[in-house]
């Protein structure tokens, strides 16, 4: 079936790291995204990563892809309070339209 | 930047009313997509249109749930009669098909709240 599994919640201090962990089912699946929501708005594409790379970097952010375990993680370095926001994992699933399939959201808390 | 408009971007409504929402995507989209976000959840995809055609609306309670891209631009959703469960942020998004990851980009999105 379709299933995106995200931890709930994490808290942070300001200039750490944050790493953001997401399971997801579809093997098949040919892309992987992260959004960012901040309260009452829409979502924001953060960034993506093809099925066939394990790795990719764009400026503060690291994007770790094990297929084997159907593993995505989201690294942010040098947190800021700016970054407080609810962080989505999604897939492409292979099955639709390019329909994504979400996670529930975890929610990143910086704190001085 | 081009973006998604949607409107209104607060509806209060009482339960058995009709509710309407509406959706502009970025110019050049041809695919349009419909979410229900519950509060505490992801969105879930309600109805992919690519141009006017529906492509994918088996997630939509089409009994009392019904979208439209008549000129396969803009789109509607409308719900009626509204029940209370239909509480929810409802997402517009568009994508530019044959884009590689089509990437979809959202709206402000739309807060519903049915009393």
């Known amino acids: 079936g379709e299933d995106v599994e995200q931890s709930l919640f994490l808290s942070v201090r300001e200039g750490d790291s944050s790493v953001i962990n997401c399971t997801y089912t579809d093997s098949s699946s040919t892309y992987l995204y992260w959004y960012k929501q901040e309260p009452g708005a829409g979502l924001q594409l953060l960034t993506y990563i093809f099925s066939n790379m394990d790795m990719k970097q764009d400026q503060r952010l690291t994007v770790l892809l094990n297929k084997k375990d159907k593993h995505l993680s989201l690294r942010i370095a040098d947190t800021q309070t700016g970054d407080s926001a609810i962080y989505f994992c999604a897939e492409k699933f292979s099955g639709g339209y390019n329909k994504l399939i979400f996670g529930a959201g975890t929610r990143l808390a910086v704190h001085p | 930047e081009a973006e998604v408009a949607q409107s209104p971007r607060y509806k209060i409504t009482e339960k058995s009313q009709a509710v309407a929402f509406w959706c502009d995507p970025i110019?050049?989209?041809?695919?349009l997509y419909w979410y229900r976000q519950i509060l505490g959840q992801g969105p879930e995809l309600l109805v992919q249109f690519q141009d006017e055609s529906v492509v994918d609306d088996s997630q939509l309670p089409k009994d009392r749930f019904s979208a439209e891209r008549l000129k396969g631009v803009d789109s509607t959703l409308k719900i009626q009669p509204a029940e209370l469960g239909d509480s929810a942020m409802y997402l517009c998004?568009?994508?530019?098909?044959?884009?590689?990851?089509?990437?979809?980009?959202f709206g402000p999105g739309t807060r519903l709240l049915v009393l």
């Open positions: 998004a568009s994508s530019l098909p044959n884009s590689g990851q089509e990437t979809q980009y």
């Open positions: 110019s050049g989209h041809a695919t």
